[in-house]
């Protein structure tokens, strides 16, 4: 069964600073993989998605995740953090394109100035 | 631009009744996703469909069911809420034309009290 593991349930980064957030996953096969964020109250964005080919794909806001099939992680990654990208963010991976997807539990992300 | 609209942003209902969240999406697509939300669990599958009249159990499906009588509304129903399904929940669907990425309507808060 796939599962994905968010280590960390909260981080706190200063603005202008980067951001590292880990994902592991675990699936037997190659993994369908994807970032969401969500901001309070909010339904979720995509930030990313990791299907096949150029392992380091790049998103929208500035982000960007490395998938490293040795390590089973799919980490997001940004270089400088501003204040509006304090939100939740959730890992997910799924077995095929357009099939369910299994989320972890989510990281929260808070931004000091 | 892809919709996926959840008529009910915020419902407040009592303990045994029969609780409808209704999905629509406008853009003939076949797969179709309910989760719920909760602190520190992330989205947690309940139900899905690929197609009209079809459906599939997720990861929690007790206490649910769901209908796709049409292609476009995917419903999902507590048959008899109970204080523990309160909870946020999160309808998607799968967007072909864009690779396959899940969309997410912007989510029903249900109370049951």
């Known amino acids: 069964a796939q599962s994905v593991t968010q280590p960390d349930i909260h981080i706190t980064v200063s603005e202008g600073a980067s951001l590292e957030l880990r994902c592991n996953y675990s699936y037997g096969a190659t993994p369908y993989l994807f970032w969401y964020v969500q901001s309070p109250g909010q339904g979720l964005q995509l930030l990313l998605k990791?299907?096949?080919?150029?392992?380091l794909v790049q998103g929208i806001k500035g982000f960007e995740a490395e998938f490293k099939r040795s390590q089973s992680s799919f980490n997001l990654r940004k270089p400088s953090v501003h204040w509006s990208d304090a939100a939740e963010y959730f890992c997910?991976?799924?077995?095929?394109?357009?099939?369910?997807?299994?989320f972890g539990k989510g990281t929260t992300l808070s931004v000091s100035s | 631009d892809v919709k996926v609209t959840q008529s009910s942003r915020y419902l407040v209902k009592r303990t045994g009744e029969k609780v409808f969240l209704e999905c629509v999406q406008d853009?003939?697509?076949?797969?179709m996703f309910w989760y719920r939300q909760d602190p520190g669990l992330g989205l947690r599958l309940i139900y899905f469909?690929?197609?009209?009249?079809?459906?599939e159990k997720g990861d929690i499906p007790e206490g649910y069911s769901v209908s796709r009588e049409k292609k476009e509304r995917f419903s999902l129903i507590l048959e008899s809420a109970s204080t523990n399904q309160t909870s946020m929940y999160l309808c998607a669907t799968v967007h072909r034309e864009s690779g396959n990425t899940i969309y997410f309507g912007e989510g029903s808060w249900l109370t049951v009290v």
């Open positions: 997910a991976v799924a077995s095929g394109a357009g099939t369910a997807l299994i």
């Open positions: 990791y299907f096949s080919g150029d392992t």
């Open positions: 853009m003939d697509h076949e797969n």
């Open positions: 469909s690929y197609d009209v009249k079809m459906k």
